[in-house]
């Protein structure tokens, strides 16, 4: 019988590859997105990239994309007024071969929303304070529910989901994953 030599691993170099193999991990979990970027507030009279509309100006959700290049929305991340206005916008840009760094979208499940009617439209507040928002990849969004955006019938995002549920059971509509969604899913609202 052949004996193994006793390889022995400090602690150190043991503790550095666990931390190495967790930040593969959650690096995965976040969709591949750089973790160090953080969204911005869109106040004030920012213009929507994709339609041009002012974006604290109508109600709904609203959404960021920030680019490894920035260059054409001048070193600042893409914004706009709605989240189907974010999909449009991401989808033709990754079509050029831009790459998405990150991607964030108004996450109800963290914001003092409130409902309306306008127009005989059910529509939900808008909220463009840095804080409102949520990686794509960690929401859920419902499409074809009764609530409306800026652009129409809108994706309403949510990181709870316990508050998708609740929106459901009351504006109907059918949720999925952020990240699934695709040209023909805007196409179908």
């Known amino acids: 019988m052949t004996e193994l030599p006793n390889r022995s691993v400090s602690r150190r170099r043991l503790l550095a590859g666990a931390a190495a193999g967790l930040s593969v991990g959650v690096a995965g979990c976040s969709g591949g997105e750089n973790a160090s970027i953080t969204p911005v507030s869109l106040d004030g009279e920012r213009a929507c990239d994709q339609c041009g509309m002012i974006i604290e100006d109508h ?32 989808f033709d840009a990754e079509a050029e071969g831009r790459t998405v760094e990150a991607a964030f979208l108004t996450d109800y499940s963290s914001v003092e929303y409130e409902v309306f009617t306008e127009g005989g439209d059910t529509q939900f ?65």
């Open 125 to 189: 507040s808008s909220h463009v304070e840095s804080e409102a928002f949520e990686r794509m990849p960690a929401l859920t969004v419902v499409a074809r529910s009764e609530v409306v955006g800026a652009m129409g019938p809108e994706l309403i995002p949510f990181s709870e989901e316990g508050d998708v549920t609740a929106f459901t059971d009351e504006y109907g509509g059918e949720p999925m994953p952020a990240t699934d969604v695709e040209r023909s899913t805007l196409e179908a609202l």
């Open 59 to 90: 109600p709904g959700p609203v959404g960021q994309i920030h680019f490894a290049d920035d260059e054409p929305e001048g070193g600042r991340p893409g914004q706009f007024c709605s989240s189907t206005c974010t999909y449009r916008y991401r």
